[in-house]
């Protein structure tokens, strides 16, 4: 009997605990109570800063997790999360990434579309000025040249030389050579045929007098004497290769007048053919072709005996 009722009060004992976690606390002890309170108060603050830290995580990673271990979603969140931000910052115009060259793929197309920039079109702009005003400058440059020229053969006073402009065109001289070696059989052709002068032209191009002019004879009708077809005229000084500067037209001449003689030049004198007259077309095709030839096999000065 003794034993039944102490089992019978284990029981209630034990309900009793079960059911009130405050009395089953209380009873155990005002030490113990305390210190259950005190374990679940910092259990709360723990569980209250995690919490916390979870909320910030979550408000700057909108698509990720709060958790610190990475998932297999997480990544592909992430990934996604910095796309949008990307997209949500301000693109730079499309001609400055077009003229530039920088950014990315997106960038760089929208550029491309949209044609080069402000500092592009100026550059474009302002290169197309140059040419005109260094135009401009060559012009300039000639004009004064000639006039000095013109001036300074008509102050010779052997008049070796005379000038006539072809459609009063400061840049087309027809130049009229009154002698040469009187001691030549030019000279005596000239005297037998009546001829006063060897007619010649020359054209003067837009970089004169850094090129030289291109010179060919018109009249009379001439052989050898370095006067090939079309009254072109086998002179290295006329080539670019051996044209200076400070060459002028009357020393030009002179020079002409001296390889004349040396190649043993004549006036025409045959049926039919004394009275053909020169091509400047065929004269240009002749110089060029000679000029090929001496920068090929070099220029050959003729020697005393020939003339």
């Known amino acids: 009997m003794a034993t039944l009722l102490r089992k019978i009060g284990l029981i209630r004992l034990h309900n009793r605990d079960t059911e009130d976690p405050k009395h089953h606390h209380n009873h155990r002890g005002g030490g113990g109570g305390q210190q ?28 990720g997790a709060g958790d610190a271990s990475p998932g297999p979603g997480k990544g592909k969140s992430k990934r996604a999360a910095e796309l949008a931000a990307r997209d949500k910052q301000p693109q730079p115009a499309a001609g400055a990434a077009g003229a530039a060259g ?16 402000p500092a592009v079109a100026a550059a474009a702009a302002g290169g197309s000025l140059v040419p005109a005003a260094r135009q401009q400058h060559c012009t300039q440059v000639r004009s004064r040249r000639l006039m000095k020229e013109l001036q300074d053969i008509a102050r010779l006073s052997d008049r070796f030389i005379s000038v006539e402009l072809v459609n009063e065109s400061l840049f087309d001289w027809n130049v009229k050579l009154h002698q040469v070696d009187k001691d030549s059989v030019l000279w005596q052709d000239m005297k037998e045929t009546n001829t006063e002068f060897i007619l010649l032209n020359l054209t003067f191009p837009d970089n004169f007098p850094f090129s030289p002019p291109f010179m060919r004879v018109l009249s009379p009708r001439l052989e050898n004497g370095y006067v090939l077809d079309g009254g072109a005229i086998c002179m290295e000084l006329l080539t670019p290769r051996g044209w200076s500067s400070a060459y002028t037209v009357e020393a030009v001449m002179r020079q002409f007048a001296a390889s004349l003689v040396k190649g043993q030049g ?27 030839t001496h920068e090929k096999y070099g220029w050959v000065t003729p020697p005393v005996s020939d003339g």
């Open 36 to 63: 259950s309170v005190s374990l679940r108060g910092k259990g709360g603050g723990k569980s209250g800063g995690h919490k916390q830290q979870q909320q910030q995580q979550q408000q700057q990673h909108p698509g």
């Open 102 to 117: 920088a950014g990315g793929p997106r960038e760089r197309a929208a550029g491309a579309r949209a044609g080069p920039g």
């Open 266 to 292: 004549r006036i025409c004198r045959k049926a039919g053919k004394s009275k053909k007259s020169f091509s400047r077309k065929e004269a240009e095709a002749t110089f060029k072709s000679l000029v090929k």
